[in-house]
């Protein structure tokens, strides 16, 4: 990946806050043409910079009124690319990391009640071949949700 420069991170640093704004009003932000604008984006996409775009829909309006966290231990790490192929399968999952510390894993899922969290815990999660231990935590409130900051440098 070619290094980034100050105005790949202000065209970054703008989209991170507002990733539906105009090309047009990005150019003008920076001083450069529009077609610079749109360059500078693909050129990012291409190289991975930026790995995505659209819309967040929030779980609740889908009937989603519980956010879990659950921390696997695994019977061993060399079974994660296994376990992930598994978790896979389950829609409710909208993230999975491989871990330091207390789990081999660490997951994110929506639920929409007790009832079906209990079913992703005991009746999916638990019989998975290698999860020797599971450990929930329910979110109460997402008090914070944003995009890593870019930082340019002073001119």
């Not at 610079?36 to 659209?54: D, F, K, M, P, Y």
């Not at 829609?91 to 894993?105: A, L, Q, S």
Request: proline share 4%; hydrophobic share 35%; with cysteine.
């Amino acid at each position: 990946m070619d290094r980034i420069d100050n105005l790949d991170k202000k065209i970054l640093s703008i989209l991170s806050q507002n990733a539906r704004i105009p090309f047009k009003d990005v150019a003008a932000e920076c001083g450069v043409s529009r077609a610079a604008i749109h360059q500078r984006v693909q050129h990012l996409v291409e190289n991975g910079v930026i790995t995505g775009s659209g819309f967040d829909i929030n779980p609740k309006s889908l009937g989603y009124s519980t956010c879990t966290y659950v921390g696997l231990n695994l019977e061993r790490g060399s079974l994660y690319k296994n376990v992930v192929e598994r978790l896979m399968s389950i829609p409710e999952i909208v993230e999975c990391h491989f871990t330091t510390g207390p789990y081999t894993m660490l997951i994110k899922l929506y639920a929409h009640d007790n009832e079906q969290l209990m079913d992703l815990l005991n009746g999916q999660l638990q019989s998975i071949p290698g999860v020797v231990s599971t450990e929930t935590l329910i979110s109460l409130e997402q008090s914070i949700k944003r995009e890593i900051p870019v930082k340019t440098e002073q001119k």
